[in-house]
Each structure stands twice: as C-alpha cells, then as structure tokens.
C-alpha cells in the first residue's frame, strides 16, 4: 500500500510510504514492514526499525494485507488484516509517522464482523469499506479461501468507526448475479494518493473475478463497479 505522506529518516526527507506484508521464515508470523520513497518510482527504502507492527506467535498467517488513509501532516490510519482474535479479523490503529525516529502507535482497535479483507476509503462526510464476504448461497468449491460477494458499507466520518459491522449501512455489493463469476473478491476503492474519494457523486470498486473447479488459478480477471453515491447521500 503506497501513500502521500511526508516523513523524515535520519538526514532525509521521503514524501512516499509503503507498508507491506514482511515475513522472517519459511512461512506463516507474518507481519507489517515500512519502506519510503522521494519519489513514487522509487528506489525504495526499508526502515531499519522494521517491523512496524510485529507479532510475537510463529505458527499461523498473524496479520497483513494493510492499507491506510492519511489523517493529516504527522499520521495515518493503518487498517489491517489480523488472525489473533476470532472475529476480531479486520484491525486499525492510528499512527504518528512524520518522524521514524519517534513513532508513536495508536491503540489496535477493532470493526466487530467486519471481513479482515477489507478496504478504505474517506470523504468529506463518510467512511466507506469494501469488504470481501462469503454469503448464504456460497458453494465451498475450490477455491474455497475467497469470497463470493465483495461488499461496500459505509458510515459518517463524526460516528465511532469500531461499531459493529451491522452497524454500518450497505450501498450494495458484486456478486455472482452482477458479474457472472461465482468468486468476487479481493477488493479496493479507487482514491487519490492519500486515500480520499474523488469526489462525492460516485465511487469506485475494483474487484477480482475467479470461477471455480480446475481452472480457479488462470481465471483471475480485474473489474470495477460504479456505484452512484448521488442515490444515496443528499450533499450539503
């Protein structure tokens, strides 16, 4: 996940971060590294602090697939997939980053029920999340590790993020009826390079199509879907 954010390392300056899914074995304690950049073509630089969010458990996939959304000059909201807690999958936290010589972790707060492969985005008004989901009509043929829906929900930007998954209000969603593929996963929302909406009147899914059975591997097909935000929200 690459972002617009302006941070200092030792002597220099960096406008670009990444985070990204790290691991120091073979496999599973995954964990969230940190790397910058002057420019976004890079060359990129790993932080020598890393990781920036570590686990200490070896034996399962432990946490990653991160995205973040800029908050302001000094920090970022870093969401994240985590597997410690069960349904306690999809995690942020808020992090001051404008100084990798002095950063300062948020609490890990939790979206009760929410995917944990979810993804953000933020507006004037609203939070909107992405999520990929397995519903009722899900036929568990390989592959059985994705999700048949991806699902967009939303809530106002002055309410308290970590409510419960009910607690946000669907838009609508993909599923097999709207794309034709049994498998519609793997999920994001198109923003600007500090993860803002475009604009108001409209958002953007991308999605991951996948048939089943075979040929799972070689089906994998990129979509997007226009949502008209102007049906939903009256803009003052």
């Given at each position: 996940d690459v972002r617009e954010f302006t941070t200092n390392y030792k002597v220099d300056t960096y406008n670009w971060i990444m985070t990204y899914l790290g691991v120091d074995q073979w496999?599973?304690?995954?964990?969230?590294?940190?790397?910058?950049?002057?420019?976004?073509?890079g060359p990129w630089i790993k932080y020598d602090g890393n990781p920036l969010i570590s686990y200490a458990y070896t034996t399962n996939w432990q946490i990653g697939q991160s995205t973040s959304i800029v908050l302001d000059s000094t920090s970022?909201?870093?969401?994240?997939?985590?597997?410690l807690k069960p349904g306690k999958s999809?995690?942020?936290?808020?992090?001051?980053?404008?100084?990798?010589?002095?950063?300062?972790?948020?609490?890990?707060?939790?979206?009760?029920?929410?995917?944990?492969?979810?993804?953000?985005?933020m507006s004037e008004n609203y939070i909107f999340?992405?999520?990929?989901?397995?519903?009722?009509?899900?036929?568990k043929i390989i592959p059985t590790w994705v999700g048949n829906y991806s699902t967009l929900r939303y809530i106002k930007r002055n309410e308290d993020i970590s409510l419960p998954v009910e607690e946000w209000t669907e838009i609508g969603h993909v599923g097999p009826d709207q794309s034709?593929?049994?498998?519609?996963?793997?999920?994001?929302?198109l923003t600007?390079?500090?993860?803002?909406?475009l604009n108001e009147d409209e958002l953007i899914m991308y999605f991951t199509t996948a048939v089943t059975g075979e040929d799972w591997l070689w089906s994998y097909d990129l979509y997007?879907?226009?949502?008209?935000?102007k049906k939903y929200f009256n803009h003052e």
């Open positions: 496999q599973n304690h995954n964990q969230i590294d940190l790397a910058m950049s002057k420019t976004i073509e970022i909201r870093l969401f994240y997939h985590s597997t999809f995690v942020f936290r808020d992090i001051k980053l404008d100084n990798l010589n002095d950063i300062v972790l948020g609490e890990e707060k939790y979206i009760p029920g929410m995917s944990g492969n979810s993804y953000p985005a999340i992405v999520s990929e989901e397995r519903k009722a009509d899900y036929e034709g593929f049994p498998r519609n996963h793997n999920p994001g929302i600007d390079s500090k993860g803002y909406m997007s879907a226009r949502f008209d935000l």
